[in-house]
């Protein structure tokens, strides 16, 4: 039985349970579509969260990441975890209270403008399209690594399954769907750390394993950090020894942490639950099963890291691992000889180990091919370079050093020698954590433009069924932008995703977390604040990133504050306007008081029947 | 953890004045609760993650946790199951406080019957 075969197996069995799930889950009512009834169990909702909430980067990015990056990596385990914390005290509950369908809904209405509710309705939508091009790029890419098909094709496929299951269901066949892809995907990604954890350190645990002596001797951090420091990497273990300083940690951490709680396909998950005690225990159960992956993220990260080096260095041709040799074929890793015919892999000039990526590597104008590069290197080392060429200075400049950090995941199961169906099983992991966060964005998509724009604002007087139709139509229409997103993509997404957080941290995170813990805020302070936050925090990563404009300094940190990082100085802008323009400006009304009093008030005291009551978006 | 349970304690719309405004200052009692309970959470929250995960990790590095550098490990494992444990505690915490503050609103109300009578 082929890789092949068995990833057709899974991939065939996972879709069709997807589908069987979407039949059974299909709805009737708006309150189905955007919210699921409100019917679902808090443990149900926490894994569903944890699907949403781990995306393709989450999935085969992360642990490369952090392999690469050492104890820096953690900004993004702390980050994405820590923002749990904020979302569980400081938003979930009094947004479930609150009751309705979406974020632009309390923003609108606890503000009491529809100005406030489109500059909501603006950055959701904003957040959520470049989020979602990236998850439709990545069902591409497994699809065309592990099944050999086109890209596009991949792509396609895809998009027709979201389509079903999202049209179908709305919110209730997403979110049972997304169980059900929380296993796969979490099957997909322990099997095969606890696997190479038992291999190299004989601990089942991997986490365990991590902090263990490997059982050729020594501790596993330990060596890492030695052989690191012989090839010229900075220390693995050691803080802010390589790029990232103190401060910029520090700013991305919290700007990731800010942003997590403020991203709206977040949020909404908590409307789908039946009251606010169940809003509070699935906030626990979201950051618990999401924490299995993140806490074996950096044992896997370590351990591939570990491995790769150790199966690599000064092997000669004939010694190379298997699994080099398949990763070799798709360009994520190569090796280019300096003559020597033994492979070294350093941080130095006379690296050896390289990937490749088609467009990257341009001679001429013309854009070289894998192929092309090996074949003239070949040449170059078999004739002492009288002909052909030497591709290291070529590839070094084209930031192409090393492998590609997806390696790590996409090849553990092949380092630590597990059977073809588990490598199959990572196709299907890799594809359920690109579908599930997908579905989630759509979702939020559909809601901010059907619900948000159309039932509140364009046509009020809409009845059920039309509003039905609508979320629908918009759902559908989004998952084909959506997947031409994936089919062209636009050179700025993969890198706007990372910066998504950044801009829910410095508009939305604010103007929540004030709207109920301050009675005294007004719509003029709020809107202002949150306009700033987002001027200023796209302006810079705009400027630093396509502009090339230096990093500031501020006169207060050694280096620039990271583009990844300006959300905390947006997030905090937000407050002091938002803070400083208040006491100048007009008090919310009697109404809107009562409104943050009773989302204040324990469960029960008012029923949130007559919270939905008072909603006019509810009534029809 | 169960729903539904205070159902019984709908307000009653003709309550007397004296005792809304009773009523209104236990509430404004059990959010001075929630907040502080909230304050406490989030400081711990920031002593794991932005102190020991980033602030302090230099200094803790010094001190190690089998084969873990101790701030190494408060930034990928330790901060995380701190995070995990926090929302639970929280969860517990509300819980508990809401069950208390629903006694006590209902003896409120309870005795005002009783008065009336």
Redesign the interface.
Known sequence: MTVRFWTFVFIGLSFALYLLIAWISRVRDTKGFYVAGRGVP?AANGMATAADWMSAASFISMAGL?SFMG?A???Y??GW??G???L???LA?YLRKFGHFTVPDFIGDRYASNIARLVAVVSALFVSFTYVAGQMRGVGVVFSRFLEVDINMGVAMGMCIVFVYATLGGMKGITWTQVAQYWVLITAFLIPAIAISIRLTGQALP??G????LLEGG????KLDRIHADLGFSSY????DGPWD?AN??LV??AL?AGTAGLPHVIVRFYTV??V??A??S??WA??FI?LL??TA?ATAAFARYYMIDSLQARSAEQLPAWFRNWEKTGLILWLDDGDRRLRYSAGEDNEIFSYKAGKVVINGESMSLAQILGSHQEWIASNGSSGRDWRPVLQEANLSGPDRDIIVLAIPEMAELFPWIIALVAAGGLAAALSTASGLLLVISSAVAHDLYARVINPAASEKQRLLVGRSVIGVSVVIAGLFGIFPPGFVSQVVAFAFGLAAASFFPAIVLGI?SKRVGTVPAVMGMITGLTFTSFYIVASVYGGMAPWTLGLFRQGISPQGIGTVGMVLNFIVTLGMTPFCREPSDEVKKLV?LV????????LLEIEKESPALRG | MSDEKFSEAEPGLSEPPYLISVIQNTLKDYWRSNVKIMMVLLGFWAIAGLGCGVIFVDALNVFSLGGYPLGFWFAQQGSIIVFVILILIYALLLNRLETKYHTKIKALRKSARKDKA
């Open positions: 808090a952090i104890y990596g953690g900004m385990l702390m975890t820590g749990y914390v904020l569980a005290l400081l509950p986490q365990i991590l902090g263990s002596e501790y596993l951090l330990d273990t050691e803080a802010f103190k940690v520090f951490t919290l942490m039946k009251n005690r169940a509070r225990s906030a626990f950051l618990f924490s993140y806490l950096p813990f009093d204040r008030e324990p469960e029960g005291e008012m029923s």
